[in-house]
């Protein structure tokens, strides 16, 4: 285990949980949670992907109470079958052990689209099946690919990224990416990976994505290494588990937000990863074990970007998180000044966010405001404050306080902020 894990701690807010009325305080679905909300006993056995989606026919236009009622889906590998909600208390299942067209075997990953499309990787069967949801079940659509070496042909499918009407498929055992339309249409294939698994695909074309950058994460060197690339394969970026200080890695499952940040689970070290869309690592959020913000193993993840749902599959349960955001303040020098010539500040955030920042008096009072609402990327900041007041003029000799103020950009916003202090002393 490495330095900067031993670090995290359960206050840390990258990933909150929703407030008590959005959830009724279930954050965390558990084996025992099915049999309570289902009735029936629901064997979960090695836990692979899981997709989470607001159907277009599902949305009540006239309201926006239930935008972020969604569908999720979830990969009950062991047991050769997929799991889902029906609306918000009730569940349905599909699938059993077979090779016929509407049997799976040892299915891995889950995608789709809004209208319907739900797309399994089934693994040993080589190939992906493509199902229908209409709103109470899924039905059998066809099947995408077969054994083979051949374009559109498949050895150990892993993982399975839609995006803007293309289905990009990590073909493992033959260490290519396939891409198909979402009719089952072969149409190109990237090579240049060595047993590639994980795959996340953003297009600038999607609903619910900021950034004007298209890029696919891949996860590939026996969970070893990541890379960004172009749709058309073009590398742009590629790490190693090492080159972010970790001992060893189990990259698993990708998903991307809003605003391009990468997270990726690691089920080795019991988190998840973040990164910035460059992918810069940003940090780690989790630890082992079956409290607040830890886990057992993590795999799947999903993320409902409009409002930063974000739901995380590990071998025990399934976690329900709001994208939130953390914050520190990391220097500032000098913390003696002489007012006039200044001072910088350094501190860092995790996620967007908007900043204000204000310096106040022993009394309380504010002297200065530096930013208000103040559009923050992730990563280290530095601010230089000249060691005036409002008015411009210089200050009294004493003690005063720095405040940084950020508020998350997500759903999160309403009932979160990062409240960073540090003192400082004017003199003469």
Known sequence: MFLHLLLISLSQTTLVYPPFAHTMGINRGTTAYLKIATGKSIEVMNPEGIWAVKFKF????????????????????????ILYNVGLFSFGSY???????????????????????VFVVDKKNNRVVHLHFNGRKLIYVNSIGKFGILSGYFNGPSQASVSHGELYVTDTGNNRIEVFDTTGIFKREIKGFNHPTGIAVISSKDKWYKEKED??????????????????????????????????????????????????TDSYNNCIHLFDRNLKYITSFGREGKGKGEFIKPVGITIWRRFGQVFVLDKWSVQYFWIGLDAWMKDIRPSKFKSGNGLTIFYFNTEPGRTEIKIRDRNGNIVRRLYKSFFNPPGNHYVVWDGLDGKGEKLSPGKYTIEIDIKPLYSSRGFLKKHLTSEVECIQ
Do not use: C, H
């Open 58 to 81: 599902l949305d009540d236009p006239r309201t926006f109470r239930d935008d972020d009622e969604l569908t999720v889906f979830a990969v009950n590998s062991g047991e050769n079958q």
């Open 215 to 264: 890029f696919i994460i891949v996860i590939d060197s026996y969970k070893k290494r990541i890379s960004k690339l172009t749709p058309n394969g073009s590398l742009l970026a590629r790490l190693s588990f090492a080159e972010i200080g970790l001992e060893n890695s189990n990259f698993e499952y990708v998903a991307i937000d809003y605003y391009g940040m990468i997270y990726i």
């Open 95 to 117: 699938g059993k052990l077979g090779v016929r067209d509407s049997f799976l075997w040892e299915p891995t990953g889950i995608s789709g689209d809004e209208y319907g499309n």
